[in-house]
């Protein structure tokens, strides 16, 4: 079977078209014959090697790239509790493999996988898992019934925050370009504030005093911090991410783990509309560089979809 590869650290070139056995499920696992994966930023540190200087992924002689997954069950190990057939979506979490999701098939643990919402495309349903998870997850951190700030807004991550948040209850201030604002509030945000300068003092003008929370999608650090009250509460999206915890702000990182249980909760969120899907493109396997390049670029709404 077709699958893309790293065998060395670089720019998009380094993308690797390899010819490979087609995996078996162990006890407990599914193989998934892909239809749809998701390209994050994710997997650009890691084919830039940054996740490997940072100490997250050890060198490998080869690593496969791709967390998201959508498609459907062609093999089933013993206890797996699904079927060949099944429409499924799952995380692959474990990224030091020499396989990814960037492949025609994939074998997963029976427990990072859900069934696929219904109604929706495969490449819909593969921007689902990393993403809404990452927000799903950072949001437990938090235990405010109050005010949450969530920086990038329209992002993807940020876009699940936000919608999560006002599923919840909370009460959101969103941050985004100002050309987002109609797309954020759209999302569920129920006050907005332009990405710039002075991001404290701005949010403070909404919620006196700062807010509760912060869910800083956008890495933004310290500017983030400042629109927490004192003694509230920080989520960082990213190693080596995370502010001081000044003003006895209590600053939490999240680390994404692969849960079909609380997958299968949100695939019900995309079902009847809570979370959007957005696809900002689709390609064909082969095509994997184009998409980091794209990715790289920026200003991209929603996840771009690669279609082995």
Avoid: C, K
């Avoid at 050890?58 to 062609?74: I, S």
Wanted: no cysteine; net charge negative.
């Amino acid at each position: 079977m077709r699958a893309m590869v790293i065998r060395r650290f670089g720019g998009p070139e380094v993308l690797e078209a390899v010819e490979v056995p087609v995996p078996e499920p162990g006890p407990g696992q599914v193989r998934i014959r892909v239809a749809a994966a998701a390209v994050n930023p994710v997997d650009v540190a890691t084919r830039a090697g940054i996740l490997t200087e940072a100490g997250v992924v050890p060198p490998r002689e080869v690593l496969g790239l791709g967390w998201d997954v959508a498609g459907e069950v062609d093999a089933v190990g013993a206890g797996a509790g699904f079927r060949v057939g099944d429409a499924v979506i799952g995380l692959r979490d474990r990224i030091a493999t020499p396989l990814g999701a960037y492949a025609e098939r994939i074998v997963l643990d029976a427990s990072a996988v859900a069934p696929a919402p219904a109604g929706v495309s495969p490449a819909e349903a593969a921007t689902l898992p990393l993403n809404a998870l990452t927000a799903a997850q950072a949001l437990d951190l938090v235990e405010t019934t109050g005010t949450v700030l969530v920086t990038g807004a329209a992002g993807a991550v940020g876009g699940y925050a936000v919608a999560l948040a006002h599923a919840r209850g909370l009460r959101v201030v969103a941050v985004a370009g100002a050309a987002d604002e109609a797309l954020v509030r759209g999302f569920g945000a129920d006050e907005f504030v332009p990405r710039g300068p002075s991001l404290g003092d701005r949010a403070r003008t909404l919620a006196p005093g700062g807010v509760d929370a912060v869910l800083d999608t956008a890495l933004l650090g310290l500017d983030a911090l400042d629109a927490v009250r004192g003694g509230g509460e920080f989520v960082a999206f990213a190693a080596g991410a995370a502010p001081l915890p000044l003003r006895g702000v209590r600053v939490r990182g999240v680390w994404i783990r692969a849960d079909g249980e609380r997958l299968a909760e949100l695939a019900r969120l995309a079902e009847n509309g809570t979370l959007p899907l957005r696809v900002a493109g689709v390609l064909p396997l082969s095509e994997a560089a184009a998409a980091h390049e794209r990715l790289a670029a920026g200003g991209l709404r929603g996840r771009l979809v690669l279609a082995p």
